[in-house]
């Protein structure tokens, strides 16, 4: 039966459920060190922090869907997609969790973060497990020098260096040195992204649980064969209409005049003729 999505918050998801990333899925990604990776975490991880620093600000983070198992009785989400996002926001409430406690973490934190968990390598996983109950409540994220939080975590003696090999493993030290960056001055942050109030969560998503949907592991290659980068036209496409959606400037009109439907409709047809290998981007990038 396919269920009706819900908005979630990370935590809210972490309360229902563990969080496993399945063996097929790819690495993480967003830590990698591409300029246009680097540029849309930069704005990704600059779009977090406004929603969460201004209280009338909000984000929805679009779907998050996959197959909840019982293994070992436990309610497991495995996702088809969401698994980028996820991932960052484990980080993110793994890093603002001691800064909000004065080094105090409450055990219902550390348990829950240890419910998200990494099959995809052994190695991952580990690095996962060990980052919560070895570091959580001991200064790590609280920190006053100028060292980068990738350099103190490899430092510590319960890290491998052998890890080092593992991509996602390398794009979770790359994203934590970057919320440092962004994030580091700041306190009282971690409540607001753990509100039981949805209406004022700074940060959601809508969660997909598909039950029942055959969701087979040849659906979960598929999925993760389109795992490719948006191309700078795409990436450009989503950004102008967040922009429209913002300001609005579409509420007054039919669907067939707006941006979205022109986009991808008569202005393709407009540029077909300039395609290269059926692509149209370098065509509409120019213009």
């Known amino acids: 039966m396919l269920k009706m999505q819900n908005k979630y918050t990370f935590w809210k998801l972490l309360k ?3 969080i496993q990333i399945p063996i097929i ?3 993480y990604a967003q830590g990698r060190d591409e300029d246009k990776v680097v540029r849309i975490r930069d704005k990704f991880l600059s779009t977090l922090y406004t929603m969460i620093k201004n209280d009338d600000k909000s984000i929805d983070l679009d779907f998050v869907y996959g197959k909840v198992k019982k293994i070992e009785d436990k309610s497991v989400f495995i996702p088809l997609d969401g698994q980028q996002r996820l991932t960052t926001l ?5 890093y603002l969790a001691p800064r909000d406690n004065e080094n105090k973490i409450k055990e219902e934190y550390r348990n829950l973060l240890e419910k998200f968990t990494y099959e995809t390598r052994i190695t991952s996983r580990d690095f996962c497990n060990e980052l919560v109950s070895e570091q959580l409540n001991k200064n790590l994220c609280i920190k006053n020098n100028e060292e980068q939080l990738s350099i103190y975590i490899k430092e510590q003696k319960w890290f491998y260096e052998s890890w080092l090999k593992d991509p996602t493993i390398k794009s979770m030290l790359k994203m934590l040195d970057a919320i440092d960056l962004k994030f580091k001055k700041e306190s009282n942050f971690f409540e607001k992204l753990i509100t039981n ?5 700074p940060i959601t998503f809508q969660y997909l649980p598909l039950d029942n949907f055959g969701l ?3 659906l979960y290659i598929k999925m993760n064969a389109r795992g490719k980068l948006l191309s700078s036209f795409e990436n450009f496409k989503a950004s102008f209409q967040k922009r429209i959606n913002d300001n609005k400037w579409d509420k007054e009109k039919e669907f067939q005049d707006t941006f979205a439907f022109k986009i991808d409709t008569k202005w393709t047809d407009l540029f077909w003729i300039h395609r290269k290998e059926n692509k149209i981007d370098e065509a509409f990038n120019r213009f």
């Not at 484990?90 to 793994?94: D, E």
């Not at 109030?197 to 969560?201: D, V």
């Open 216 to 218: 087979t592991d040849e």
């Open 90 to 94: 484990f980080l993110l409430h793994w």
């Open 16 to 18: 229902e459920n563990y």
């Open 25 to 27: 899925q790819r690495d």
């Open 197 to 201: 109030e949805l209406n004022k969560a």
